[in-house]
Protein backbone atom coordinates (compact mmCIF):
# COMPACT_ATOMS: atom_id res chain seq x y z
CA UNK A 1 0.00 0.00 0.00
CA UNK A 2 1.72 2.95 -1.43
CA UNK A 3 0.76 5.78 0.37
CA UNK A 4 2.18 9.12 -0.88
CA UNK A 5 3.20 12.18 1.55
CA UNK A 6 3.37 15.95 -0.77
CA UNK A 7 6.33 18.18 0.57
CA UNK A 8 6.35 21.84 -0.26
CA UNK A 9 8.79 24.16 1.01
CA UNK A 10 7.61 25.40 4.45
CA UNK A 11 6.01 21.46 5.42
CA UNK A 12 6.82 20.18 8.73
CA UNK A 13 4.91 17.38 9.69
CA UNK A 14 6.02 15.48 6.71
CA UNK A 15 8.03 13.16 8.90
CA UNK A 16 5.82 12.82 11.79
CA UNK A 17 3.21 11.09 8.98
CA UNK A 18 5.70 9.29 7.49
CA UNK A 19 6.44 7.74 10.61
CA UNK A 20 2.17 6.80 11.52
CA UNK A 21 2.10 5.54 7.92
CA UNK A 22 4.58 2.51 8.86
CA UNK A 23 3.47 1.96 12.61
CA UNK A 24 -0.27 0.89 10.25
CA UNK A 25 1.82 -0.91 7.79
CA UNK A 26 1.87 1.53 5.03
CA UNK A 27 4.54 2.20 2.82
CA UNK A 28 4.92 5.67 2.74
CA UNK A 29 6.90 7.92 0.05
CA UNK A 30 7.46 11.48 -0.06
CA UNK A 31 6.43 13.01 -2.99
CA UNK A 32 7.92 16.87 -4.00
CA UNK A 33 5.78 19.95 -5.09
CA UNK A 34 6.79 19.49 -8.90
CA UNK A 35 6.25 15.70 -8.95
CA UNK A 36 2.44 15.59 -11.34
CA UNK A 37 2.50 11.84 -12.15
CA UNK A 38 1.00 10.18 -9.06
CA UNK A 39 -0.79 7.25 -10.46
CA UNK A 40 1.67 4.63 -8.62
CA UNK A 41 0.04 5.71 -5.24
CA UNK A 42 -2.80 4.11 -3.13
CA UNK A 43 -3.67 7.57 -1.30
CA UNK A 44 -2.00 10.51 -0.59
CA UNK A 45 -1.38 12.91 2.27
CA UNK A 46 -0.71 16.35 2.48
CA UNK A 47 0.84 17.33 5.58
CA UNK A 48 0.74 20.92 7.78
CA UNK A 49 3.47 23.13 7.78
CA UNK A 50 3.67 26.45 6.25
CA UNK A 51 4.04 25.54 2.47
CA UNK A 52 5.70 28.80 0.65
CA UNK A 53 6.15 30.65 4.07
CA UNK A 54 1.95 31.12 3.88
CA UNK A 55 2.23 33.76 1.82
CA UNK A 56 -0.34 35.55 0.14
CA UNK A 57 -2.65 33.14 1.86
CA UNK A 58 -1.99 29.43 3.45
CA UNK A 59 -2.14 26.94 1.03
CA UNK A 60 -2.60 29.35 -2.43
CA UNK A 61 0.90 28.90 -3.58
CA UNK A 62 0.81 25.25 -2.81
CA UNK A 63 -1.95 25.24 -4.22
CA UNK A 64 -0.88 26.19 -8.14
CA UNK A 65 2.06 23.45 -7.94
CA UNK A 66 1.91 20.56 -10.64
CA UNK A 67 1.74 17.71 -8.03
CA UNK A 68 -1.71 19.10 -7.42
CA UNK A 69 -2.46 18.02 -10.71
CA UNK A 70 -1.15 14.36 -9.65
CA UNK A 71 -3.85 14.94 -6.93
CA UNK A 72 -6.71 16.19 -9.16
CA UNK A 73 -6.02 13.07 -10.74
CA UNK A 74 -6.07 10.41 -8.04
CA UNK A 75 -9.59 12.09 -6.85
CA UNK A 76 -10.89 11.56 -10.47
CA UNK A 77 -9.77 7.68 -10.12
CA UNK A 78 -11.58 7.60 -6.69
CA UNK A 79 -8.26 7.24 -4.64
CA UNK A 80 -7.96 8.08 -1.00
CA UNK A 81 -6.67 12.06 -0.14
CA UNK A 82 -6.31 13.56 3.39
CA UNK A 83 -4.92 17.08 4.07
CA UNK A 84 -4.16 17.68 7.64
CA UNK A 85 -3.69 21.80 8.77
CA UNK A 86 -1.89 23.08 5.81
CA UNK A 87 -3.23 20.28 3.55
CA UNK A 88 -6.68 20.91 4.52
CA UNK A 89 -6.17 24.59 3.76
CA UNK A 90 -4.40 23.65 0.32
CA UNK A 91 -7.35 21.39 -0.60
CA UNK A 92 -9.95 24.02 -0.21
CA UNK A 93 -7.47 26.70 -2.31
CA UNK A 94 -7.78 23.90 -5.31
CA UNK A 95 -12.14 23.45 -4.31
CA UNK A 96 -11.13 19.74 -3.56
CA UNK A 97 -13.36 20.30 -0.85
CA UNK A 98 -15.83 23.36 -0.07
CA UNK A 99 -15.31 26.50 1.80
CA UNK A 100 -12.42 28.04 2.98
CA UNK A 101 -10.47 28.21 5.85
CA UNK A 102 -9.42 31.60 7.06
CA UNK A 103 -7.64 33.49 9.62
CA UNK A 104 -8.52 32.37 13.19
CA UNK A 105 -11.24 35.04 15.07
CA UNK A 106 -8.67 35.91 17.27
CA UNK A 107 -6.13 36.21 14.63
CA UNK A 108 -2.70 34.74 16.37
CA UNK A 109 -1.47 31.61 16.37
CA UNK A 110 -3.04 28.74 18.61
CA UNK A 111 -1.48 25.39 19.66
CA UNK A 112 -3.47 23.53 21.82
CA UNK A 113 -5.58 19.63 22.60
CA UNK A 114 -8.72 20.23 21.58
CA UNK A 115 -11.95 17.83 22.12
CA UNK A 116 -13.64 16.78 18.77
CA UNK A 117 -17.13 15.21 17.85
CA UNK A 118 -16.72 12.63 14.79
CA UNK A 119 -19.98 13.73 12.97
CA UNK A 120 -19.56 11.30 10.37
CA UNK A 121 -17.95 7.34 9.68
CA UNK A 122 -18.59 6.97 5.57
CA UNK A 123 -14.85 8.85 4.66
CA UNK A 124 -12.21 6.52 5.11
CA UNK A 125 -10.24 8.17 7.46
CA UNK A 126 -13.39 8.08 9.90
CA UNK A 127 -14.74 4.39 9.15
CA UNK A 128 -13.06 2.96 12.42
CA UNK A 129 -14.97 5.84 14.60
CA UNK A 130 -18.41 5.80 16.01
CA UNK A 131 -20.81 8.42 14.73
CA UNK A 132 -20.20 11.87 17.74
CA UNK A 133 -17.77 10.01 19.20
CA UNK A 134 -15.69 12.17 21.49
CA UNK A 135 -11.70 12.46 20.56
CA UNK A 136 -9.07 14.30 21.60
CA UNK A 137 -6.41 15.77 19.63
CA UNK A 138 -3.99 19.10 18.96
CA UNK A 139 -4.55 22.19 17.07
CA UNK A 140 -1.44 24.06 15.84
CA UNK A 141 -2.79 27.32 13.33
CA UNK A 142 -3.12 30.99 12.94
CA UNK A 143 -5.78 30.25 9.59
CA UNK A 144 -7.58 27.47 10.96
CA UNK A 145 -11.52 29.28 11.07
CA UNK A 146 -13.71 27.35 8.82
CA UNK A 147 -16.26 29.10 6.58
CA UNK A 148 -18.99 28.30 3.88
CA UNK A 149 -21.59 29.95 2.04
CA UNK A 150 -23.59 26.63 1.86
CA UNK A 151 -23.90 25.48 5.48
CA UNK A 152 -27.24 23.54 4.90
CA UNK A 153 -25.71 21.93 1.76
CA UNK A 154 -22.58 20.67 3.59
CA UNK A 155 -24.91 19.21 6.04
CA UNK A 156 -27.29 17.63 4.09
CA UNK A 157 -24.52 16.00 2.13
CA UNK A 158 -23.14 14.63 5.69
CA UNK A 159 -19.80 16.31 4.37
CA UNK A 160 -19.14 17.21 8.06
CA UNK A 161 -16.43 15.13 9.36
CA UNK A 162 -15.45 16.86 12.71
CA UNK A 163 -16.69 19.49 15.15
CA UNK A 164 -15.01 21.24 17.95
CA UNK A 165 -16.67 19.82 21.29
CA UNK A 166 -17.22 21.96 24.20
CA UNK A 167 -14.93 25.09 22.78
CA UNK A 168 -14.24 26.68 19.31
CA UNK A 169 -10.76 27.99 19.72
CA UNK A 170 -10.55 30.24 16.74
CA UNK A 171 -14.46 30.73 15.58
CA UNK A 172 -14.91 28.10 13.01
CA UNK A 173 -18.71 28.09 11.42
CA UNK A 174 -20.54 26.02 14.04
CA UNK A 175 -17.62 24.74 14.95
CA UNK A 176 -16.44 22.97 11.83
CA UNK A 177 -12.99 21.66 11.81
CA UNK A 178 -13.07 19.04 9.20
CA UNK A 179 -15.24 18.71 6.34
CA UNK A 180 -15.10 16.09 2.85
CA UNK A 181 -16.03 16.39 -0.82
CA UNK A 182 -19.18 14.46 -1.71
CA UNK A 183 -17.75 11.16 -2.36
CA UNK A 184 -15.92 11.40 1.09
CA UNK A 185 -12.70 10.68 -0.03
CA UNK A 186 -11.24 13.95 0.21
CA UNK A 187 -10.83 15.09 3.29
CA UNK A 188 -9.80 18.19 5.53
CA UNK A 189 -9.04 18.72 8.72
CA UNK A 190 -7.64 21.33 11.05
CA UNK A 191 -6.39 19.01 13.73
CA UNK A 192 -3.66 16.95 13.87
CA UNK A 193 -4.31 13.10 13.77
CA UNK A 194 -0.57 12.16 13.63
CA UNK A 195 0.38 14.07 16.68
CA UNK A 196 -1.96 11.87 18.45
CA UNK A 197 -1.27 8.54 17.22
CA UNK A 198 0.52 6.88 20.32
CA UNK A 199 -0.28 7.28 23.89
CA UNK A 200 3.44 8.51 24.82
CA UNK A 201 2.00 11.93 22.73
CA UNK A 202 -0.95 12.04 24.80
CA UNK A 203 -3.35 10.35 22.88
CA UNK A 204 -3.86 8.10 20.41
CA UNK A 205 -6.79 8.45 18.95
CA UNK A 206 -5.90 9.81 15.50
CA UNK A 207 -4.48 6.81 14.48
CA UNK A 208 -7.48 5.65 13.54
CA UNK A 209 -7.18 8.31 10.41
CA UNK A 210 -4.42 6.28 9.15
CA UNK A 211 -5.67 2.43 9.91
CA UNK A 212 -8.99 3.61 8.10
CA UNK A 213 -7.08 4.25 5.02
CA UNK A 214 -5.51 0.54 5.53
CA UNK A 215 -8.66 -0.43 5.77
CA UNK A 216 -10.40 1.17 2.51
CA UNK A 217 -7.47 0.21 0.29
CA UNK A 218 -7.32 -3.59 1.54
CA UNK A 219 -11.01 -3.27 0.00
Known amino acids: MRIGIIRFPGSNCDRDVYHVLKLVGAKPE ?5 QEDLGHLDAVIIPGGFSYGDYLRAGAIAAITPVMDGVKE ?19 EVGLVPGVFTVNEYPKFNCKWTKLKVKTTRTPFTSLYRKDEIIRMPIAHAEGRYY ?6 LWDNDQVVLQ ?15 VCDESGLVCA ?3 HPERASEAILGS ?5 FF ?6 IKV
Open 74 to 92: LVEEEKPVLGICNGAQILA
Open 148 to 153: TENLEE
Open 30 to 34: YIWWD
Open 189 to 191: VMP
Open 164 to 178: FYSENPNGSLEGITG
Open 211 to 216: KGIIEY
Open 204 to 208: ADGIK
